[in-house]
């Protein structure tokens, strides 16, 4: 099993930065890659970034350039992914959640709303 807590989020004015942090525990020793998705009202949940074990990292075309993913895996029992949110527009509004695959299993965060205001 994984667990996954989200930080970060809030409001921000467009053009301004915001930085998610998402911490798993338990059978992180399982996890094949985290990543970050969002879902604003209305529309599907889409892939926002994801990075592998190995640090290959891969963006949405929508954020490149502007969103940076990270991770930390120092720790055997936790694993951190942070979500870097620079020059945010309002399009960017919507509610971002953590994951982990492990497999073909998906575990998620709780969510985090990210909110831009024009």
């Known amino acids: 099993q994984v667990q996954l807590v989200e930080s970060g989020g809030g409001l921000v004015q467009a053009g301004g930065s915001l930085r998610l942090s998402c911490a798993a525990s338990?059978?992180?020793?399982?996890?094949?890659?985290m990543g970050w998705y969002r879902q604003a009202p209305g529309k599907q949940r889409e892939l926002v970034a994801r990075?592998?074990?190995?640090?290959?990292?891969?963006?949405?075309d929508f954020v490149k350039g502007r969103f940076t993913i990270s991770r930390d895996n120092a720790k055997n029992t936790e694993s951190l992914v942070d979500l870097q949110m620079n020059s945010l527009k309002p399009e960017d509004t919507a509610v971002y959640y953590c994951?982990?695959?492990?497999?073909?299993?998906?575990?998620w965060g709780q969510g985090n709303q990210v909110t831009v205001s024009s």
């Open positions: 994951n982990a695959e492990r497999g073909r299993i998906l575990t």
């Open positions: 338990g059978s992180v020793f399982s996890i094949n890659a």
């Open positions: 990075i592998t074990n190995s640090g290959r990292t891969e963006y949405a």
